[in-house]
C-alpha cells in the first residue's frame, strides 16, 4: 500500500481525534492534523536541516524552507513512536538510532494552517550519506549559532514550524 493511502487522524481545535482520512485527502491548509518531528544531532552537536520539497502529490506547508530533519504526518492507530521510527527508516534509512521524545504539544496558532499537534523527537547520528529524493530535497548541517543567525537574518528561509520547534525546544537538544 502506498502511503498516501494510509488513513491519518484528523483532531479538532483543541487536539482531539474528530475522525480520520487517508493521507492523500488531508489538506494542509485547512485540516488539524498530529505531525511528528525528528532532529537529528551530530555527534558535535550540529543539527542536521532539511531542505522541504515542493510537491504536487501530497504537497507541503513550507516547501523550499528549511525545517526538521524529518516531518511525518502520525497515522490512525501509530503511535508518536511508531512514526517517528516508520520516518527515520523511511526517509533516512536509518534503522537503529535511539530517539528520545521531548514532548508532544498542541499549536493553535501555525500560519498558514489553523493549528497542528507535533510530536518533537530528536536522534543522534552522522549525516546520512543517502536518504529519500521525494521527501528531502537537501541535508543541511548548521551550528546551533549558524540556526540563531539565521533565525536574526533571513527567517523567512526557515519553517515556521521548525520556528516554533526551535523556540521551545532548543534547550532541551544536545547541542
Known amino acids: 500500500m502506498q502511503h498516501d493511502f ?8 483543541k487536539g482531539h481525534v474528530i475522525g480520520s482520512k487517508p493521507r492523500k485527502d488531508v489538506d494542509k491548509l485547512t485540516d488539524i492534523i498530529h505531525a511528528i518531528h525528528i532532529i537529528l544531532i551530530t555527534p558535535l552537536g550540529e543539527v542536521v536541516m532539511s531542505m522541504i520539497p515542493v510537491r504536487e502529490d501530497l504537497p507541503n506547508v513550507y516547501g523550499g524552507k528549511l525545517g526538521t530533519t524529518v516531518a511525518t504526518v502520525k497515522r490512525t492507530g501509530e ?16 534503522d537503529d538510532m535511539p530517539l528520545t521524545h521531548i514532548e508532544t504539544k498542541f499549536y493553535d496558532h501555525m500560519p498558514p494552517k489553523p493549528a497542528s499537534l507535533f510530536s518533537v523527537y530528536y536522534g543522534i547520528s552522522d549525516v546520512p550519506e543517502s536518504y529519500s529524493l521525494l521527501d528531502i530535497d537537501g541535508l543541511i548541517v548548521m551550528t546551533p549559532k549558524e540556526i540563531d543567525e539565521r533565525i536574526d537574518s533571513d527567517p523567512h528561509s526557515l519553517a515556521y514550524s521548525f520556528l516554533k520547534i526551535w523556540k521551545d525546544y532548543r534547550g532541551k537538544l544536545p547541542l
Open 79 to 94: 503511535t508518536g513512536d511508531e512514526g517517528a521510527r516508520r520516518a527515520i527508516s523511511r526517509e533516512l534509512f536509518i
Open 6 to 13: 494510509y488513513p491519518v487522524d484528523v483532531l479538532d481545535t
